[in-house]
């Protein structure tokens, strides 16, 4: 969504010599060569029709304030928590660096333009450009929107076109987008599903089996679930969390409160200033007694 720049509303000052650093140079400099690639997320305010939130951007508004813009593509959520896209939005992918870079050199900026814009090195600009030669229109259709790194790539045209597709299936089901994962995937492979000419290198005596290859995927595969499930209760548990610490900090401030509590119910009270000191959402026991 389109939105006028002062619409927005900061959710987080900035420092007053933020325009010094090095990252802001970065964003400016990449702005004027390439546009905007990340748009900032913002949300809007219950309250005031017509205004909203800047969860992720800051940097990115200054910058564009600061070249006279007045105008921004937005993603829009209806998710007040940043820590959401702070964890999944504000990086680019390797494929989504991918498209951005060919993008920019088919609009006929220079490779070392935009090695200056994006702080890298030209030969890293080439790497990024050829990311998905050698990979199948399969696979790069499935990962085009994954976190997966330049070296997960690298993996995957050692294999051929179907076990490209075979991988990227599991990364995708598994939600598992790491580099190991993936050479875990290519020790597996079969050698008739390997890219021509391509070798897995000679065996070590530290070589992995394929029995030992398919016990890690199904380990994997039980632990990924495990880890979904964390993720998908994280921001409840954590704002259930601080409402309650919240509380018991305003309760424990009051004296005649405490003084009851140690006197009647001492082991209450250890609970309670457990929970009131707490910095971060807990596992174990302590969880347990804040629900």
Known sequence: MTLAIDALVAMKPLRPDVKMSSKYRQIVTSIKAVGLVEPPVVIPAADQPGVYYLLD???????????????VDCLVSRDDE??????????LSAPQEHRMIARAIERGVSE?????????????????????????????????????????????????????????????????????????????????????????????NNT??????????????TLQVQIKSVEETYGLDNLHLTVAKAYLVKLLGNARVVRWLAQQKPE?????????ELTSLPTGDVAAAAE
Request: aromatic residues 4%; proline residues 3%; hydrophobic residues 40%.
């Open 112 to 204: 070392a333009r935009l090695a200056e814009a994006l702080g890298i090195n030209v030969s890293g600009i080439q790497r990024r450009a050829r990311l998905m030669d050698g990979i199948s229109d399969d696979a790069a259709e499935l990962l085009k929107d994954s976190p997966c790194s330049l070296a997960v790539f690298d993996v995957l045209r050692k294999m051929g076109p179907m076990r490209q597709r075979e991988a990227a299936e599991m990364m995708v089901g598994h939600s598992n987008y790491g580099r190991p994962f993936a050479m875990a995937l290519l020790a597996a492979t079969a050698d008739a599903q390997l890219a021509s000419g391509k070798r897995r290198g000679k065996p070590t």
């Open 268 to 276: 209450y009270l250890t609970e309670f200033q457990s929970i009131a």
């Open 82 to 91: 940043a820590f959401t896209y702070n964890k999944r939005v504000n990086r």
């Open 208 to 221: 992995v089996t394929r029995e030992q290859v398919a016990r890690l995927e199904r380990e994997l595969a």
């Open 57 to 71: 951007g800051h940097l990115r508004i200054q910058a564009l304030r600061d070249l006279g813009e007045t105008s």
